[in-house]
């Protein structure tokens, strides 16, 4: 197993390495091992070494996959990993790692073609600020394995209109530092209607944040023609209702509510979970949040839905009487503590199931138990995927497709969307 990094390793004086692979964290693997970022496979190096980690200082050999990273902030910056590394290895590499975690369930679908995500198309981010003037904080992300700040001007990932906002951004974090312990967060979304930033991390005793700050803000975000801007999900400037939309329908979203990071992406993993439901009446969609998959299943029949966020259920339930939708039920369960039983399921045809990354083990018993024909996974952790999987398969599916989806550019995540068959 891999022992942390030191909080402030002492490297010693740089030495040549020669890169064995890539890790599952990204990381370049030499003899020991040593872990060196942003380095790969078959290049040799000159790099300081603290223990089990390394400081890349020089790259003696390149490989003929290493590119010029398009971000000025790439290296310091923790946000990505792999901005170094031509895209078809790269997203090849991806989608290998999905194989390998497969293969070691015995399970064998066709992988079909990855979705990968362009530069530019995030529509959420999570900035960190920092105290800077008092007219403009500093906002950024943080460094590599670091809690210390990157203060970015520029951001490859997210969507133009996101980095267009960071000076306005900046002036409406300044406001927040009033109490020394705050370490502000604004959780950014791009919805239809403009920027959605709902702002945590405030110090929240002695009231929280004065009635001069809230004040403040609000001005902020008005002269910035921001949508919505909540603290800790109380609004605080509301120009219009931040709203997003899943199919036909158009759904207003929650302060701080789940939304995929790619719009394109999400559309994708519903596509593939629509197709594969073709012909069901009777569906059901778990851990639903705010519908992204509901909304667009209830073109094909009448849905169940259920997810524990109750704000992201009465989204849900408002944004499903749009006309050409069969139906929709839509129940706060929280499904880890109480999962849908096969007896619940036992006039459902098909299921879709959408867990956090810890995945979904007695929830896919229960389905494995119920009369579905179809089941659909969407999954952010391979791991439990793969995990849950096995579980529909001793139960009588058989995984017949899977999908890569790196809707996270440049980074170590890779999500998928598989479906399974009786």
């Not at 991806?94 to 995500?117: C, N």
């Not at 520029?154 to 370490?183: G, Y």
């Amino acid at each position: 197993m891999r022992r942390p990094r030191p909080t402030k390793p002492s490297y010693s004086p740089p030495r040549e390495l020669t890169i064995q692979r890539l890790g599952a964290q990204g990381d370049g693997i030499a003899a020991g091992p040593v872990y060196v970022p942003h380095t790969l496979a078959g290049e040799t190096v000159l790099a300081g070494v603290a223990g089990e980690w390394a400081e890349l200082e020089t790259v003696l050999q390149a490989s003929p996959e290493r590119v010029a990273p398009p971000c000025p902030h790439f290296g310091p910056c923790g946000g990505c990993a792999f901005q170094h590394w031509d895209h078809a290895p790269y997203l090849a590499w991806k989608v290998a790692q999905v194989a390998e975690l497969l293969a070691r369930e015995t399970l064998s679908p066709d992988i079909l073609p990855a979705f990968a995500a362009a530069p530019g198309s995030r529509r959420r981010v999570a900035l960190h600020a920092r105290q800077g003037s008092r007219e403009a904080a500093k906002l950024g992300y943080k460094g590599r394995r670091s809690w210390d700040l990157v203060p970015i001007e520029a951001c490859t990932i997210a969507d133009p209109r996101i980095v267009a906002a960071l000076p306005m951004l900046r002036r409406l974090a300044a406001p927040l530092f009033e109490r020394s312990k705050s370490a502000p967060n604004l959780h950014v979304t791009l919805t239809e209607t403009g920027l959605d930033i709902d702002i945590q991390g405030v110090e929240g005793s002695n009231g929280g944040l004065s009635v001069g700050g809230r004040v403040r803000l609000a001005q902020i975000a008005a002269e910035a023609d921001f949508a919505r801007v909540t603290l800790a999900g109380e609004t605080v400037y509301g120009a219009r209702q931040p709203v997003v939309r899943f199919g036909k329908a158009t759904v207003a979203l929650p302060p701080g509510g789940f939304l995929q990071a790619v719009a394109q992406a999400e559309a994708e993993m519903a596509a593939l979970a629509v197709e594969a439901v073709a012909g069901a009446s009777r569906l059901a969609d778990l851990f639903c949040g705010a519908g992204a998959f509901t909304l667009r299943l209830a073109e094909v029949g009448v849905v169940m839905a259920a997810d524990s966020t109750e704000a992201a259920i009465a989204a849900l339930r408002a944004g499903a009487g749009v006309p050409g939708l069969k139906g929709v039920t839509a129940e706060v369960r929280d499904l880890y503590r109480r999962p849908y039983s096969a007896k619940e399921l036992k006039h459902v045809e098909a299921v879709v199931f959408d867990p956090p990354r810890a995945g979904a083990a007695d929830q896919a018993r229960e389905i494995a138990a119920s009369g579905a024909r179809v089941a659909v996974g969407v999954s952010c952790n391979a791991g439990t995927f793969v995990r849950d999987a096995r579980i529909l398969v001793d139960g009588g599916f058989r995984l017949t497709k899977v999908k890569p989806v790196d809707q996270f550019l440049w980074s170590p995540h890779i999500e998928l969307v598989g479906v399974f068959e009786r």
